[in-house]
């Protein structure tokens, strides 16, 4: 009878190689204080520049999202005292965002308020008596999303969360690497009665580090505010932190303690313009997304839906499928391989495909003209990510062709055939099945090597015939 | 001397580098220990005095030792901005205006004495000593460029930058009768300018003539990449365009500035609308409704950025930190309560107070700023040049008290033109009944300074500057 209304906040840091406002690097696992400058050390004289990529990036996203872009929009100073924070304020958007009003087609439909560009603070490192700091992601380029509170269970979250990770994958514009913080999220919750319009008091949870720690602090808090309401309890606006071992959130704030933090817009920066010819250079570099991918991989593939999401969803396996097709490789045989035992090896030895494309189309034709079976690919595949060796050549250092020429065959058959007068009588009184039989026969005396589908072919022949 | 003839002087090798720097370095042996100019004097000039002889350029200011505000950052040099939190801060980067002058062959003497971050009209702000009027030495210099303005009177350089804001630069010259330009608001790189008013800041030079002001204008003015917000535009000529002329230019004079004014301070008003006229201007009277607004507009938006602009000082990265302290915020909040003045807590308590819960303040002071940009514009319809008292009051003497609020009403014919972006010079014109100089404020339209240049050096040749 009660339903949840979640809202997200995630906070995404791009990959550009340079810093949201100094040319500083943005790499990960530096030296600590190594990828600092004035800029982005807070020095007294030292002025923001913005990075035209971070833009870029910001335009795709929200083109992605179905946003619309203003043309003009503004940034921010947000006011707060923090160790980590340089300046003393954080380089934000406030009242006119880059991105606004965006929609994603999902469950009941999720709304977009906004996309806006910020940057990250440094990291506080803690050790024995002492806290020190790393400003090396200080200045690192942000885009924050905020949705609306359009998302009703955990599910939903979860899926809204992967369905934004993928297009950031396809955009190509963010490495999404959890354990290194490139992707948080903060999540907002309140519940109400069913059938209900107004929103209730909502409560923020931060601290969210994974998809998985956003799902459990989604359920713990409708849970928590559901037994509240039950008790005949008011839930309070409140910010709570999650803590993910202990698998329950905790009270940092109420609403009268939240901070104040003084927005107004950034003097030392103008607004950042993005005019109708920008728009349009920025739309036609834009990769084609997941969706869009998988939309194209069901009409011009023939895959069906299962098979055209899942490897549209994963950008490696996509590149695979279509490079494979441009070199007139079978689409559906690709998408087999892939889906199967080319996932299967990824997984088992934790690396990407050591193959290009070509090599997958050569495997896949080898096994269309039947010169390998099933099971060969499979070891062939094996040996392609051990020795990144072309699939022909293995399957002939291996033995793993199928023996398909008819002369080397007809021995076989003929000798099949006469030690086996059971089974051809069998067959010609009309018992089908004795064929397989027959066939497994011939497979034994060839040791494997033999092609089924010819063997198949050449003994009806001979069977028809001989009636 | 003015720059100017030392220039020709120079270029004709009737003195060399370290003897102009030897002339100065006397002036300053006689009189820095009365008028206590400067902050930081190098120890090096004759060094680089020798040096810029055996580099000789085509600069008019090569060779031409120059004084710099102590709020401008200079590399390897101490940079105070005047202020106990700075004391020892070492910046390691020259402010492009200073990279400038020196890649011009200026030479740098010292840092000048200032109210502590720009926040004062009298120099009496500073946290480590007390400039006084070369003119005479019982008057302030006026703020916050006051050292800069008395440096270059008392020909302890032959140039200084000074940097506006309010009036910083036009109030101390007019102090001190020498000439000023506060250039248009994006005309000069604010990078290495320790930050007080983003949106209102200004470099602009002081010196003992027009000429001077146009020769310094030339090579500081133009776009810098490292400044978001200069301007792109085309680099003009100042000084090789520079021509007496006021003819045919219709001049308006404000009503609401002249009101207002000390009694000797209006009739040198009126005095110099009638000089005008000789040289055939036409000269009106005029209105400015939003005036009433200025100073309450002025200290408003300025203070809440300096509020923000003032946050990185928390003595974590740089700058004084208190000796003892408890945790992070104790340390913040001791380091800032024991080095900064009591005028600079006024500010940034004030500009935190109207940004808070939703900046109502802050708003209604941006939107009386549009107001006065709007009839600045209009008035630029009908005007070519607004012509106001620089101080609407006589130079006080230096033990003299004024409320806080009288103190910022002085502000008033110079601050409503920062709030509007616009460009004015500082035309020293009479002397009051003390003997002391008065100024006059030119005012034109966003990047006329060419025209202010020459209609100021009509007023200098034509016999009025030397007061």
Redesign the interface.
Known sequence: MYEACIGLEIHVELDTKTKAFCSCSVAFGSEPNTNVC?VC??????????NKKAVEYAVMLGLAMGCKINPRSQHA?K?Y?Y?DL????QISQDAVPICVKGFVDMGGGIRINRIHIEEDAGKLVHGGVETL?DYNRAGVPLLEIVTEPDMRSAEEAKAFLDYIKNTLLSLGISKCRMQEGNLRCDVNVSVRKKGEDRLNERCEIKNVNSFSGAVRSIEYEIKRQTELLCKGEAVLRETRKWDDEKRQSILLRKKEEEN?Y???PE????PVEVDEAWLKEIKEKMPELFYEKALRFRKDYGLGDYEAKTIAENKDAAELLDDAVKEDADAGLCAKLILGDISRLVNEKGTRVPFSGHSLAELSGLLKRKEISYTAAGKILELMFESGEEPSVIARENNLLQQSDEDALIKVVMKVIEENEKSVSDYKKGKKNALGFLVGRCMRETGGSGNPHIINEMLTKILEVEE | MKIYEAAELLRKNKISPPELAKEVLGKIAEKEKDVKAYITICDDILEKAREAERNKNDSLLWGIPVAVKDN??TKGLR?T?ASRM?EE?V???D?TVVKRLKEEGAIIIGKTNMDEFGMGSDSKQSAFQMTVNPVNYAYVPGGSSGGSGAAVKSGMALGALGTDTGGSVRQPASFCGVYALKPTWSLVS??????F???LDCIGPMANSVKDLAIMTDAIAGWD?????SSKREKEEYYKNLTPSVKGLRIGVPKPFLVEADESIRKAVIKAAEKLKEMGAEVSECEIPSAKYAVSAYYIISS??A??N?????G???GYRAKEYDD??DM?IKSRSEAFGSEVKRRIILG?YA???G?EL?RRAVGARELIKRDFEKLFEKYDVILTPTSPCVVPKVNAVSEIEKKYEKDVCTASVSLAGLPAVNVPFDKDENGMPIGLQLVGNRFTEQMLLNAALSFEEGGCGDV
């Open positions: 004035p050390m807070g020095l007294p004289g030292a002025l923001p520049v913005l100073r006011n005292f160790p340089p300046k003393g304020y700091i104040d003084r927005y107004f003097p030392d920066l103008p | 401008i950052c940079t901005a700075l801060f910046p390691p980067y402010a604010r990078f290495g300018l320790i930050a008013s983003s949106s990449k490292k400044d978001a917000t809440s950025e509020s923000g003032l946050a990185r000082y928390d974590v990265k740089y992070y915020t913040c935190t940004l808070s819960r900046g802050y």
